[in-house]
């Protein structure tokens, strides 16, 4: 029986795996940002749909590290640099907004689609929309829900908008989320994000935080 438990576990996390793979590689290949939806895709491609077979959202972001490490295009490098220069130069255009660079471009997994991810904090829901409009700046407002914590979430705005080539979203939370980040999608944990000088560190020494 303990053998049998054994090689039962194995195979599950041999199924996971392959998944966690298949998601890996939809995201880096096929555009897709959703690790929920790369999830759903990747098992479905594969006929693993029972709910052991589903990797957590942290295996298929190591996943995908090893994939971009493995096949990423000799340019990737280049191009995550080019992204947070973009983001620095950014956030000391929205220096009055407290910003911090989350999500591909800060962790090192951004690709030609990604967008870089600011948050902007005020609580004044309608500055953001004030500033973009005084600088004639054209954006889209959409909505997205988040977690604050662990018992609360919130619908918020993001401003998506294009500048020199390079896709941003500008995500606004109150003030007293600068003392707390937001939950990330990927691991219920507080969201990584870095300031301008974090940033600007980071450049300089070429190499991934958070």
Same mark, same amino acid.
């Given at each position: 029986?303990?053998? $049998?438990?054994?090689? $039962?576990?194995?195979?599950?996390?041999?199924? #996971? #795996?392959?998944?966690?793979?298949?998601?890996?590689?939809?995201?880096?290949?096929?555009?897709?940002?959703?690790?929920?939806?790369?999830? @759903?895709?990747?098992?479905?491609?594969?006929?693993?749909?029972?709910?052991?077979?589903?990797?957590?959202?942290?295996?298929?972001?190591?996943?995908?590290?090893?994939?971009? #490490?493995?096949?990423?295009?000799?340019?990737?490098?280049?191009?995550? @640099?080019?992204?947070? *220069? *973009?983001?620095?130069?950014?956030?000391?255009?929205?220096?009055?907004?407290?910003?911090?660079?989350?999500?591909?471009?800060?962790?090192?997994?951004?690709?030609?689609?990604?967008?870089?991810?600011?948050?902007?904090?005020?609580?004044?829901?309608?500055?953001?929309?004030?500033?973009?409009?005084?600088?004639?700046?054209?954006?889209?407002?959409?909505?997205?829900?988040?977690?604050?914590?662990?018992?609360?979430?919130?619908?918020?705005?993001?401003?998506?908008?294009?500048?020199?080539?390079?896709?941003?979203?500008?995500?606004?939370?109150?003030?007293?989320?600068?003392?707390?980040?937001?939950?990330?999608?990927?691991?219920?944990?507080?969201? $990584?994000?870095?300031?301008?000088?974090?940033?600007? $560190?980071?450049?300089?020494?070429?190499?991934?935080?958070?």
């Amino acid at each position: 029986m303990p053998h $049998a438990r054994q090689h $039962a576990q194995t195979q599950t996390a041999q199924r #996971r #795996r392959h998944v966690a793979q298949e998601a890996a590689r939809l995201m880096a290949e096929g555009g897709i940002n959703d690790y929920s939806q790369a999830k @759903r895709k990747a098992a479905s491609r594969l006929g693993m749909l029972d709910e052991a077979s589903l990797p957590a959202n942290r295996e298929i972001e190591q996943a995908l590290r090893e994939y971009q #490490r493995l096949f990423a295009s000799p340019d990737h490098a280049g191009l995550l @640099r080019s992204r947070r *220069a *973009a983001a620095l130069q950014a956030m000391a255009f929205f220096a009055d907004f407290s910003p911090r660079l989350a999500g591909p471009v800060l962790d090192g997994t951004a690709d030609g689609q990604s967008s870089v991810q600011l948050h902007l904090h005020s609580d004044d829901e309608d500055a953001i929309s004030r500033f973009l409009e005084d600088h004639h700046i054209p954006a889209d407002p959409r909505t997205r829900r988040i977690r604050l914590d662990q018992a609360r979430q919130a619908d918020v705005t993001v401003w998506q908008l294009v500048a020199d080539g390079v896709n941003f979203d500008l995500l606004v939370l109150p003030r007293q989320a600068l003392r707390q980040a937001p939950l990330s999608a990927i691991d219920a944990r507080p969201m $990584a994000r870095a300031s301008a000088s974090q940033l600007e $560190a980071l450049l300089a020494a070429d190499a991934p935080i958070g």
